[in-house]
């Protein structure tokens, strides 16, 4: 298993963005999944957040989002999308790996995106 340290140099100059920009029919079916399987409202958790593009959406659609990842430079980016579009109350951003979640209280969000 490739340790944190690999992944995160991996993922550091990913595009993230311009992937799902141009594999529109990813991002278009995953949303109707999600649809389905939220809750109305709530508390998501997103694993993995990159640029944000998921959290951001989320936001948009008013729940409250944390979205955590390994890579600061995505990270930073993820945040000043948040800002331009003022959703700020509504998301946070925060570093971190997903095997070891345990700064998050246990239940305390109401849905999971890996």
């Known amino acids: ?3 944190t ?3 995160s140099r991996c993922y550091q100059h990913s595009g993230e963005d311009e992937r799902l920009d141009i594999h529109r029919l990813e991002w ?3 949303w109707r999944h999600l649809e389905e399987v939220l809750p109305p409202s709530g508390h998501v958790l997103e694993v993995g957040c990159a640029t944000g593009r998921y959290s951001l959406e ?3 659609r008013d729940y409250k989002v944390t979205g955590l990842d390994l890579v600061e430079e995505q990270l930073a980016l993820a945040r000043q999308h948040a800002q331009r579009e ?3 109350d509504r998301v946070t951003f925060t570093i971190g790996d997903a095997q070891d ?3 998050f ?3 305390s969000f109401d ?3 890996l």
């Open 1 to 3: 298993m490739e340790s």
């Open 28 to 30: 278009d079916m995953t």
């Open 5 to 7: 340290e690999q992944v």
């Open 101 to 103: 979640l345990s700064r």
């Open 86 to 88: 003022d959703l700020t």
């Open 105 to 107: 209280e246990d239940e």
């Open 111 to 113: 849905a999971v995106l």
């Open 58 to 60: 989320l936001a948009r």
